[in-house]
């Protein structure tokens, strides 16, 4: 959420960001509400103020034994006009808080400016992609051949966007979970966590998909509670209304969680094989951290994210999202795409992104500086990695000429561990 008193004193720069992220929100109409608010605050501050006066009053004519009659028929009036105005200054505050909480953060200001994803700019590369001597398979063909879905079964029990992993599919998966999990926890430093894939209103909203983003969400209305889309939304939120010390952070959380997504809009896009789910895996990568170190840290987080990539033997770019691809909740974001040889396309594997304060603000996450101030941490996020598009990568990159699939190296272990099999083919022999 963005600060009422920096949106009031910087009115013409959240004007200028929240257009760089083709927002509407208009921002005279918070003004107009917040001022009227002010005011009648102000006038409601001042009749209590001459309440206290003219009870002291009133005390001290019946002390003496005098008549007050008067005074408490002007106290009565004071205290009826209170009640209404409180009646309108909660109305007010009310609708000042849903327009805020449907405004997007404001983009930061190294971000590229542009209305969609065609503005992205290219950040870097890692290795090469790779060539093949014969005509490489795509993800779909290579599941088939190998029989590791089933997503016409998926697609029976729960419709479209719902895989079935099946036997050694499930195995690899499975293990190459295991093997990001146990990376970022040895390698990184960070703790993990096991949350709930069902959460409240009120955590969703702290993370931002609500109120503006509901309709992509997957809601149980009997108990008002949501599938989660992200770990980002139950991890961030581990923290909420609390005050940390400074000498907590930063703290590094990563967790491994279904994520569940409507994706209401998406019809039609990117539907085959593993490429769009509504029901996916994803490991998460979470930091709350010192507000002055932020950026810093967003850098390392994308560090720690193309590890996995780079452990992989997958080859990747690093693109810094335009202000009109960014996220709502996103001041800043590197997406990590993969390279898909049979499909013959970058797919996104991984966001990473720097919400600054905005998330800190909805969820109310502070620490106490070492002055003894209480402030807002920074939150940051990132996938690392998102499980199907890293399994398509992995499929086409290391197909061969019969369609077999060899390991990347840092899978065999935990493979051989699942399977009891020293075959480093993804098959069960």
Same mark, same amino acid.
């Given at each position: ?16 960001? &929240? ?152 195995? &690899? ?53 949501? &599938? ?202």
């Amino acid at each position: 959420m963005l600060d009422l008193k920096f949106i009031r004193e910087n009115a013409d720069f959240v004007r200028i960001g &929240l257009a760089k992220k083709n927002d509407k929100v208009n921002v005279d109409d918070i003004l107009a509400l917040d001022e009227n608010r002010r005011k009648l605050q102000f006038t409601f501050d001042n009749n209590k103020a001459q309440q206290n006066k003219v009870s002291k009053d009133i005390a001290q004519i019946k002390k003496e034994g005098g008549n007050a009659e008067n005074l408490l028929h002007d106290m009565q009036v004071i205290s009826d006009q209170n009640k209404e105005l409180a009646n309108q200054i909660s109305d007010i505050e009310k609708n000042l808080e849903q327009l805020l909480l449907r405004a997007p953060n404001i983009p930061h200001d190294s971000v590229p400016v542009g209305k969609d994803e065609t503005f992205n700019k290219f950040v870097r590369e890692c290795g090469k992609a790779i060539t093949f001597d014969f005509e490489p398979k795509d993800q779909v063909s290579l599941i088939e051949h190998n029989n590791l879905l089933d997503l016409n079964r998926g697609a029976k029990i729960s419709g479209s966007g719902f895989p079935v992993y099946c036997g050694a599919g499930a195995i &690899l998966e499975r293990a190459l979970i295991n093997f990001m999990i146990d990376f970022h926890i040895r390698k990184h430093g960070y703790r993990e966590m096991g949350v709930p894939a069902l959460v409240n209103r009120k955590t969703m909203t702290g993370t931002g998909q609500l109120p503006k983003l509901e309709n992509d969400m997957y809601h149980v209305d009997e108990d008002d509670l949501f &599938l989660i889309p992200t770990a980002e939304v139950p991890v961030t939120n581990l923290y909420a209304d609390e005050i940390l010390s400074h000498a907590n952070l930063p703290i590094k959380m990563v967790s491994y969680t279904n994520c569940f997504r409507r994706e209401a809009g998406s019809y039609g896009k990117d539907t085959r094989g593993l490429q769009r789910l509504h029901q996916f895996n994803k490991v998460e990568m979470v930091r709350l951290v010192h507000p002055d170190i932020s950026y810093e840290i967003l850098e390392e987080m994308t560090n720690d994210a193309e590890e996995i990539l780079q452990a992989l033997g997958l080859h990747y770019r690093v693109m810094m999202l335009s202000s009109g691809d960014l996220s709502f909740a996103s001041a800043k974001t590197y997406d990590l795409e993969v390279w898909a040889p049979g499909t013959g396309k970058y797919l996104e594997v991984s966001s990473v992104s720097n919400f600054e304060d905005f998330q800190a603000r909805r969820a109310y996450i502070r620490f106490r500086d070492a002055d003894g101030k209480v402030k807002f941490v920074h939150t940051l996020n990132g996938s690392g990695l998102a499980t199907p598009r890293t399994f398509i990568a992995i499929l086409e990159t290391y197909q061969e000429s019969d369609g077999r699939i060899r390991l990347p190296e840092v899978l065999k272990p935990y493979w051989a561990l699942m399977t009891g099999k020293s075959s480093w083919y993804v098959e069960l022999t």
